[in-house]
């Protein structure tokens, strides 16, 4: 079970807007901790789309957005492409398990 | 540009040990942390720990704690990660990554390429 609960799987037509959510509670994303987002590729390491909520690092194009609210947070992708097929993995700081950082379960996306 | 590079893949038996490396490249080696996440065959992503480059301070995960120790060797900017006492469940890719932000507000940019631990007897 992960300290962050992400949906296992979300799909959308190319074109479309997804969006994933991070559940967390109050140790973490409650607490007033960051919420990061990472993409991954078949096969390939994790790379950030957005660190610190909502900040897109150089080369993320603006179709990659975050938002936090309370002890969630989302990652919403508009103008679906096939290239964004990937797992999403939500990650942030959790002070009741000894200074860890955590990570959500992982979001399946797939584009129809 | 930044890069991490880790080293290449392993086979180890039941209760033996591993040891990974990472070597940074691309930036002052001891001006961020580095964090060790793994992930086991079509699982999700578990953080291991860290480890400061210029203090060699460490902190570990619980579930790790006693089984895993990170070390660094600053002279070639690399980063070590061994863990002990090897058992199936631990077979993975394990991932080096370099932190950035505050140590509360940490995320990780950019990742190594990974490295195949696997385990069997």
């Known amino acids: 079970q992960s300290v962050l609960t992400q949906p296992p799987s979300v799909s959308g037509a190319p074109g479309q807007t997804v969006t994933i959510s991070c559940t967390g509670s109050s140790s973490n994303l409650g607490a007033g901790y960051d919420v990061h987002w990472y993409r991954q590729l078949p096969g390939t390491a994790p790379k950030l789309l957005i660190f610190?909520?909502?900040a897109r690092p150089s080369g993320v194009p603006d179709r990659f957005s975050g938002s936090k609210s309370g002890t969630s947070a989302s990652l919403a992708i508009t103008g679906l492409q096939a290239e964004d097929e990937a797992d999403y993995y939500c990650?942030?700081?959790?002070?009741?398990?000894?200074?860890?950082?955590?990570f959500g379960g992982g979001t399946k996306l797939t584009v129809l | 540009q930044v890069q991490l590079v880790q080293s290449g893949a392993e086979v180890r038996k039941p209760g033996a040990s591993v040891k990974v490396s990472c070597k940074a490249s691309g930036y002052s080696f001891s001006s961020h942390d580095i964090d060790w996440v793994r992930q086991a065959p079509g699982q999700g992503l578990e953080w291991m720990g860290w480890l400061n480059p210029k203090s060699g301070n460490t902190g570990y995960a619980q579930k790790f704690q006693g089984r895993v120790t990170m070390t660094r060797n600053t002279s070639i900017s690399t980063v070590y990660m061994e863990l002990r006492s090897l058992r199936s469940e631990d077979t993975a890719v394990y991932y080096c990554?370099?932190?950035?932000?505050?140590?509360?507000?940490?995320?990780?940019?950019?990742w190594g390429q990974g490295t195949l631990v696997t385990v069997f007897s």
């Open positions: 990554a370099r932190g950035q932000g505050s140590p509360r507000q940490r995320w990780f940019d950019p």
């Open positions: 990650q942030s700081y959790d002070y009741m398990l000894s200074g860890s950082r955590v």
């Open positions: 610190n909520n909502n």
